[in-house]
């Protein structure tokens, strides 16, 4: 896998990652039109990219095809994510394509984000994780920690040394 640095021209490929996001588990909770008409989704990649967002897409060197993203935006106190902490502490998502789950793009993606916020001065990053996502032992791996839980959710922070 080659990972670069997102851009403007992956912001339709980030409705599709956050897509994968939220219907993880396989089942389609979600279509593309729900997630961009619902605020509380709509939010994560809405006018990609804003000021102070970052993030990293995998390409499989193969065939150049994207096989998934990870990105990071900060987000109000008045319209917080689900793994919202405080407004300086961005919220990342991590999602790969079905076909290329299991081969450790996920675990690519996230280090290549925790790198490009250790490299901006960061200090913190947080993000949300269904209980049963598999993603959640990746996260631990990487020293995320659980501060918060909203239904069946846990909201989990990391503090960038």
């Known amino acids: ?25 396989g089942d389609q909770g979600f279509t593309r ?19 102070g967002d970052f993030g990293v897409i995998a390409e499989d060197e193969a065939t150049g095809e994207r096989a998934g ?37 996920g675990r690519a993606l996230l280090d290549a984000l925790l790198a490009a916020a250790a490299d901006a001065g960061l200090t913190r990053l947080s993000l949300s994780v269904d209980d049963g996502n598999p993603a959640r032992r990746l996260y631990r791996s990487r020293g995320f920690t659980k501060v918060g839980r909203e239904g069946d959710s846990d909201t989990m922070l990391l503090h960038l040394t």
Request: hydrophobic share 50%.
């Open 1 to 25: 896998m080659h990972i670069r640095t997102a851009t403007a021209d992956d912001a339709d490929f980030l409705i599709s990652m956050l897509l994968e996001a939220f219907n993880w588990s």
């Open 33 to 51: 039109e729900q997630i961009m008409t619902a605020p509380d989704i709509a939010h994560y990649v809405a006018g990609w990219p804003r000021a």
């Open 69 to 105: 993203a990870a990105w990071a935006r900060l987000m109000p106190a008045d319209d917080p994510g689900y793994g919202f902490v405080a407004p300086d502490v961005p919220e990342i998502t991590i999602a790969v394509a079905p076909e290329y789950r299991g081969r450790g793009v």
